[in-house]
């Protein structure tokens, strides 16, 4: 397994400003993935953070919005950028080990007013 | 796109009866994922299946992989009030990223 840190656990802020979150991992990781969570609902994946390279974004997910970071194998940063109501949601990065198996993160939740 | 659904959305039991959730997947996957995510926690992996057909078992916990890899079923034997939480299967096609269900939430009252 592997310990996830994720900061900040949560945050108000303010409509058309930027978050940025953390990821760190205790060891070195191939795969780390960035998922939103809305109330209620299931997970979504935003996109996969690769090292050394631009993150692959699934369908609905732009890199203008959600610029993601990854300059080494144990760190990661997600932004939500120009931030609305609608963008109100829980924030989760996860880690994929060996097998497939992910490891999640406490999560940010990010209340925009 | 690939869609997982899981049914009930929603169950409330009597501590001590039987619980199971449901998981349908629109395409064959490569293996299966159960993850348990308490009231205001994050995801906690349980238990990976692989192969068509296979059933695990952890403690009063027992997963099944259908025969066909396109449906999974999560049963639980007298349900206990730590048991509460919601149950998400996470299907993965091969690849390393994972499609997760829409989860079934489950209620015990002791």
């Known amino acids: 397994s592997a310990v996830i840190s994720q900061k900040p656990s949560r945050d108000i802020c303010q409509r058309g400003t930027s978050l940025t979150i953390q990821c760190q991992v205790d060891?070195?990781?191939?795969?780390m993935f960035w998922y939103r969570q809305q109330p209620g609902q299931s997970l979504t994946l935003i996109a996969t953070?690769?090292?050394?390279?631009?993150?692959?974004?699934e369908s609905g997910f732009v890199i203008d919005k959600f610029p993601i970071s990854r300059p080494n194998l144990t760190f990661s940063t997600l932004t939500v950028s120009n931030m609305s109501p609608e963008d109100s949601s829980i924030y989760l990065c996860s880690v994929g080990t060996g097998g497939n198996i992910q490891y999640f993160g406490a999560g940010t939740r990010l209340s925009v007013l | 796109g690939q869609q997982v659904m899981q049914i009930p959305q929603y169950q409330h039991v009597q501590e001590g009866e039987d619980f199971t959730t449901y998981c349908n997947s629109s395409t064959t996957l490569s293996n299966i994922q159960w993850y348990k995510q308490r009231p205001g926690g994050h995801p906690v992996f349980l238990i990976q299946l692989v192969k068509s057909g296979e059933v695990k078992k952890q403690k009063r916990l027992t997963f099944q992989f259908g025969e066909a890899k396109k449906n999974s079923s999560l049963h639980i034997t007298a349900t206990q009030t730590t048991d509460v939480g919601t149950y998400f299967c996470a299907g993965n096609t091969g690849f390393q990223k994972l499609v997760f269900g829409t989860g079934t939430r489950l209620l015990v009252s002791p």
């Open positions: 953070a690769n090292q050394g390279s631009e993150a692959t974004y």
């Open positions: 060891s070195q990781v191939t795969m």
